[in-house]
């Protein structure tokens, strides 16, 4: 079997269950003066748009959802919905219970591990507070790079970072942005997570041409590594979703 000597995850419906937009949503609606469904619908449409960055910070970049939905709120209730959407999505997101003992027993095995996420500017500010942050050797954020996946300048740029080639690299994703279409094309090997959870996950531009191995669980990365270091996991490999 291969030795990898990095595996690279993606965060949302990876590292995490699945996400949907949750009740929180309401409130940033209100601060802002627009009903819910035109704020999910403006935010659905310009997804990659923010996700890369393009209208500047937080605060900028919620203003120009403003402007989308039609709405003029105060500098105060923007200010006010930025912290609102920050809670919010941070209240969408549950980690996987296997996801630290799998990024702890990889390291363990002195295989690095990474993140390579299409996120807007909630994800960058609270990643440090999760549980997974440090066992992560390197962070790759499309909100902060300006591209989003598949390009491949977010893959170079975690290989860049663990100063390694594609090759030496696994990416595990669910297979959201054509992600793992775009890693194999920046040359690394690709494995689609697809977790019974996911059937419910909110997903933009699905890879649905992509037809490479599936796991149904995050600890079943272990068993794609050499057998010395999959022996050394310990109990690890019976964690559960």
């Not at 699945?18 to 403006?42: F, K, M, N, P, W």
């Not at 994800?123 to 499309?142: I, N, R, T, Y």
Request: hydrophobic letters at 40%; aromatic letters at 6%; one cysteine or more.
């Amino acid at each position: 079997m291969p030795r990898y000597q990095a595996v690279l995850f993606d965060f949302f419906g990876t590292l995490t269950r699945c996400v949907q937009r949750g009740s929180a949503h309401r409130t940033i609606a209100e601060l802002l003066g627009c009903s819910t469904e035109t704020l999910i619908d403006v935010l659905d449409r310009s997804y990659y748009q923010r996700a890369s960055g393009r209208f500047g910070n937080a605060e900028a970049t919620l203003r120009w959802v403003c402007g989308q939905a039609g709405v003029h709120p105060s500098d105060e209730a923007v200010r006010a919905a930025v912290a609102s959407r920050h809670r919010a999505v941070r209240a969408d997101t549950r980690l996987r219970a296997e996801a630290v003992p799998v990024l702890a027993a990889l390291r363990g095995q002195g295989v690095r591990t990474g993140l390579i996420s299409d996120c807007t500017h909630e994800l960058p500010a609270f990643l440090p507070q999760l549980a997974v942050a440090p066992l992560l050797d390197v962070q790759v954020f499309s909100v902060q790079v300006g591209r989003c996946k598949p390009d491949s300048a977010l893959y170079l740029a975690a290989c860049h970072r663990l100063d390694l080639t594609p090759a030496d690299c696994l990416y595990v994703g669910d297979g959201g942005s054509q992600e793992l279409t775009g890693a194999e094309r920046a040359g690394m090997t690709a494995v689609r997570l697809a977790a019974p959870d996911l059937t419910g996950h909110m997903v933009f531009n699905a890879d649905h041409g992509w037809d490479g191995p599936a796991l149904t669980s995050l600890t079943e990365v272990l068993d794609l590594l050499d057998p010395v270091g999959v022996a050394s996991a310990g109990g690890v490999g019976g964690a559960g979703c």
